[in-house]
């Protein structure tokens, strides 16, 4: 693994059990078994790392559901694909969710807007799944924008509560989830 791979890794974990503003770089320095200054060698600031880890993460999430993609199959398996991509990547990287969750605001402006950026390219593959299914006749969704934000906001909670949680397997989240958002599509 590469020093550049261990630091973010130990600042993910840092982040994500104490908090941003508790982490300082000195601590990421001593978890990582190096000299402030080393760390510093490669970020700035403890912004720039910040900002690094969220980008990351939000483009491995775009990533992940490129690849789980299913266009030509139908707007229902394109929403059960992309419940299952969103439920099984947070299961996977939780402490990267929660600092997206709880972090994002010590950003600066730049670093908000380059975030949100990437939430909204992520969010309108949900958008186009669902505005898919109303032209097909498969969906029934009064109000989009309020549609997408009402699942994005339902499968966070998901992810938060069960995820983490040794009863429920990923699975058994992905199925509930996945019922979950038909209803809220309107699925016929």
């Known amino acids: 693994m ?12 840092l982040i ?10 000195r601590d990421l ?13 490669h970020y700035k600031s403890k ?14 999430l775009i990533s992940a559901w490129q690849e789980n993609d299913c266009r ?15 439920v099984e990547f947070h299961a996977a990287n ?25 939430q909204a390219q992520y969010e309108n593959q949900l958008a186009a799944i669902l505005r898919e299914g109303v032209r097909t006749g498969v969906f029934l969704v009064p109000d989009l924008a309020f549609s997408v934000t009402t699942l994005l906001s339902m499968l966070r909670g998901i992810c938060h509560r069960y995820c983490s949680d040794p009863q429920h397997g990923v699975g058994h989240v992905v199925s509930h989830a996945t019922m979950m958002a038909f ?3 309107g699925a016929r």
């Open 183 to 185: 209803a809220i599509a």
């Open 29 to 41: 320095a001593r978890a990582s078994g190096l000299q402030v200054g080393s760390v510093y060698a």
């Open 94 to 118: 939780a402490e990267q969710c929660v600092i997206l969750e709880s972090d994002t605001r010590s950003l600066d402006d730049e670093g908000r807007e380059t975030v949100a950026a990437l």
């Open 47 to 60: 912004n720039s790392l910040l900002l690094e880890v969220l980008v990351d993460h939000l483009e491995e």
């Open 2 to 13: 590469s020093r550049l791979v261990e630091i973010k890794r130990n600042a993910v974990t």
């Open 16 to 25: 994500a059990r104490n908090g941003f503003g508790a982490m300082s770089l």
């Open 72 to 86: 030509k199959k139908g707007p229902k398996l394109r929403l059960s694909a992309f419940v299952t991509t969103y």
